[in-house]
């Protein structure tokens, strides 16, 4: 079921206290638990709050839900006690039941959260000491678990346990009472994941589909010490990075991220510069085009190598990236511990593609062109997200690299939901995309192969060697361990080659200067702390 807005042409007030953020895709749901991609969790931190969070400047763990927390010493037992003034945006008070209840939808395996359940496996038991207080008992260490605890979302029990409740807090809606109608009640699929009740900062307003979403600052909000100055949030939707950018230059947005061709080219005037900061960045991420093992042209980890043999990793940072990259060769950043910086990247040779093609068994044994095996053609279909430049670009490049060995690639661009829908159903053969990273590496989420079937091991990766790797990294407190645990996955990987590795990510955003305390942390900006300048 869709929440069904009346139709609009929305247009932000002129008002210096609105942010207008422009927003790449647009996500399937506003729901912490089910949401996957990075706008949903874009928006999703403005309206949720967690636990704990990082603190911007040292990245430790500081308290906002939890004032305060105890950790056993064998690590097993994590005990969070929770504020008592803490509210959710319809008044009512986040207690411990809310907590379980949040906790129990990531562990049900009828709720679409597969890529959360694997941080929260080893959880033995969670206990509601008192309406205030939460212990969670670990049948086995995990290094991230006061992260992913501390982190879990929280969602209101009594909103999102049942289409009545809904009923109660929402009965103007048509949308509920069509709901409680039907009896078609599934946490999946409520109505209530485009109408998000959190207890963050900023409250829920709107949602037109391709157009924007809206947040207004929440007048109630429980933390006084951290209520921002920005009265109102538009996200606009706007795929076309080069049509974003015109409408920042026009002012019909205040912050977006910008290509590396509009960061060297496009925004160094000095017009530009005096209307807008700049900044840059490490995200922490790396992008990568990824083989489907499922596919019979990609079971072969020597044809894996013989394809990333033809995409010219130094041509796309130096052309596509404008050098605003870093050549990668493994699953994590560069940036973090972990990575096997001895490793060279797989260098750019048609010559040697053609050899372990055909040291493989793919040969052009027809003469049309094409190389085949067992009869069956060297043809697939590379997929990606429709109105972004950069993969325009990149297919481009890869259609003509594999034509020299006789391999034929179709080009195919959709609509990014419909996109990341058939990468969770495993329905492609190589795509393109990006993982935004983290401080403290886990691999268990893309490369373990208990994520085939429904985590985001999209590309059906399995090495039992690997596997065993990843579980010790798990239970290992020591980072010097650790790193060379992940050394090891990561030269595994790399001989494996189920993805290219093209290079570490930078993120580059413009944003209003009639904003300020504007500051750039490890961790990005923080627009909860800006300011707006008086209009003149």
């Given at each position: 079921?869709?929440?069904?807005?009346?139709?609009?042409?929305?247009?932000?007030?002129?008002?210096?206290?609105?942010?207008?953020?422009?927003?790449?895709?647009?996500?399937?749901?506003?729901?912490?638990?089910?949401?996957?991609?990075?706008?949903?969790?874009?928006?999703?931190?403005?309206?949720?709050?967690?636990?704990?969070?990082?603190?911007?400047?040292?990245?430790?763990f500081v308290p906002k839900i939890a004032w305060r927390w105890e950790v056993s010493d064998d690590h097993l037992e994590y005990i969070f006690h929770l504020r008592k003034d803490v509210t959710w945006h319809d008044?009512?008070?986040?207690?411990?039941?809310?907590?379980?209840?949040?906790?129990?939808?990531?562990?049900?395996?009828?709720?679409?959260?597969?890529?959360?359940?694997?941080?929260?496996?080893?959880?033995?038991?969670?206990?509601?000491?008192?309406?205030?207080?939460?212990?969670?008992?670990?049948?086995?260490?995990?290094?991230?678990?006061?992260?992913?605890?501390?982190?879990?979302?929280?969602?209101?029990?009594?909103?999102?346990?049942?289409?009545?409740?809904?009923?109660?807090?929402?009965?103007?809606?048509?949308?509920?009472?069509?709901?409680?109608?039907?009896?078609?009640?599934?946490?999946?699929?409520?109505?209530?994941?485009?109408h998000p009740v959190g207890s963050g900062p900023y409250v829920f307003k709107k949602w037109e589909s391709g157009a924007a979403i809206v947040l207004e600052a929440n007048p109630n909000y429980w933390d006084k010490q951290h209520t921002p100055e920005i009265k109102r949030i538009y996200?606009?939707?706007?795929?076309?990075?080069?049509?974003?950018?015109?409408?920042?230059?026009?002012?019909?947005?205040?912050?977006?991220?910008?290509?590396?061709?509009?960061?060297?080219?496009?925004?160094?005037?000095?017009?530009?510069?005096?209307?807008?900061?700049?900044?840059?960045?490490?995200?922490?991420?790396?992008?990568?085009?990824?083989?489907?093992?499922?596919?019979?042209?990609?079971?072969?980890?020597?044809?894996?190598?013989?394809?990333?043999?033809?995409?010219?990793?130094?041509?796309?940072?130096?052309?596509?990236?404008?050098?605003?990259?870093?050549?990668?060769?493994?699953?994590?950043?560069?940036?973090?511990?972990?990575?096997?910086?001895?490793?060279?990247?797989?260098?750019?040779?048609?010559?040697?593609?053609?050899?372990?093609?055909?040291?493989?068994?793919?040969?052009?044994?027809?003469?049309?062109?094409?190389?085949?095996?067992?009869?069956?053609?060297?043809?697939?279909?590379?997929?990606?997200?429709?109105?972004?430049?950069?993969?325009?670009?990149?297919?481009?490049?890869?259609?003509?690299?594999?034509?020299?060995?006789?391999?034929?690639?179709?080009?195919?661009?959709?609509?990014?939901?419909?996109?990341?829908?058939?990468?969770?159903?495993?329905?492609?053969?190589?795509?393109?995309?990006?993982?935004?990273?983290?401080?403290?590496?886990?691999?268990?989420?893309?490369?373990?192969?208990?994520?085939?079937?429904?985590?985001?091991?999209?590309?059906?990766?399995?090495?039992?060697?690997?596997?065993?790797?990843?579980?010790?990294?798990?239970?290992?407190?020591?980072?010097?361990?650790?790193?060379?645990?992940?050394?090891?996955?990561?030269?595994?990987?790399?001989?494996?080659?189920?993805?290219?590795?093209?290079?570490?990510?930078?993120?580059?955003?413009?944003?209003?200067?009639?904003?300020?305390?504007?500051?750039?942390?490890?961790?990005?900006?923080?627009?909860?702390?800006?300011?707006?300048?008086?209009?003149?």
């Amino acid at each position: 079921m869709t929440l069904m807005l009346s139709c609009s042409s929305w247009q932000p007030p002129k008002d210096p206290y609105t942010l207008i953020d422009h927003m790449g895709g647009e996500p399937d749901v506003l729901n912490p638990i089910l949401g996957q991609d990075v706008y949903e969790s874009r928006v999703d931190n403005f309206i949720f709050d967690y636990l704990i969070i990082r603190d911007n400047k040292t990245l430790e763990f500081v308290p906002k839900i939890a004032w305060r927390w105890e950790v056993s010493d064998d690590h097993l037992e994590y005990i969070f006690h929770l504020r008592k003034d803490v509210t959710w945006h319809d008044g009512q008070a986040l207690t411990a039941d809310d907590i379980l209840f949040s906790y129990d939808r990531i562990r049900d395996p009828k709720v679409n959260a597969a890529h959360l359940r694997n941080y929260y496996q080893d959880i033995k038991s969670v206990e509601k000491l008192d309406a205030h207080t939460v212990k969670f008992t670990y049948a086995r260490p995990y290094f991230r678990a006061l992260e992913f605890i501390g982190g879990m979302p929280i969602l209101p029990r009594h909103l999102y346990g049942s289409a009545d409740n809904q009923l109660k807090s929402f009965s103007e809606h048509s949308w509920v009472r069509q709901l409680v109608k039907d009896d078609s009640y599934d946490f999946n699929t409520a109505a209530i994941n485009r109408h998000p009740v959190g207890s963050g900062p900023y409250v829920f307003k709107k949602w037109e589909s391709g157009a924007a979403i809206v947040l207004e600052a929440n007048p109630n909000y429980w933390d006084k010490q951290h209520t921002p100055e920005i009265k109102r949030i538009y996200f606009k939707i706007v795929s076309n990075d080069t049509v974003a950018l015109q409408m920042l230059k026009k002012g019909d947005l205040d912050q977006a991220g910008l290509r590396p061709i509009q960061w060297v080219k496009q925004t160094q005037s000095e017009k530009f510069q005096k209307k807008f900061y700049r900044f840059q960045y490490s995200s922490l991420g790396y992008r990568y085009i990824g083989w489907n093992a499922k596919r019979p042209w990609f079971k072969d980890a020597s044809v894996r190598k013989a394809l990333s043999h033809l995409i010219n990793q130094k041509e796309i940072v130096e052309k596509l990236e404008f050098n605003l990259g870093e050549a990668s060769t493994g699953p994590f950043s560069p940036q973090v511990y972990g990575y096997d910086h001895s490793l060279p990247p797989i260098e750019f040779n048609p010559a040697s593609a053609k050899q372990l093609l055909k040291a493989a068994g793919w040969e052009d044994h027809d003469g049309d062109g094409v190389i085949d095996k067992d009869g069956k053609p060297f043809r697939f279909t590379f997929l990606f997200p429709a109105g972004a430049r950069f993969y325009e670009r990149l297919g481009s490049i890869m259609k003509n690299n594999m034509a020299r060995v006789g391999i034929d690639v179709t080009l195919s661009r959709i609509e990014w939901s419909v996109f990341l829908q058939k990468v969770n159903q495993r329905d492609f053969d190589a795509v393109s995309l990006g993982w935004s990273g983290s401080f403290d590496p886990d691999p268990y989420q893309i490369w373990h192969s208990s994520q085939i079937k429904e985590g985001h091991n999209f590309v059906s990766f399995q090495n039992a060697e690997a596997d065993s790797l990843i579980e010790q990294v798990r239970v290992t407190f020591d980072q010097a361990e650790r790193d060379l645990l992940l050394k090891r996955i990561h030269r595994i990987i790399y001989d494996e080659q189920p993805y290219t590795f093209l290079y570490a990510t930078m993120s580059l955003v413009a944003l209003d200067k009639r904003f300020s305390n504007v500051q750039l942390y490890r961790g990005g900006l923080d627009p909860l702390e800006w300011t707006v300048k008086a209009a003149p």
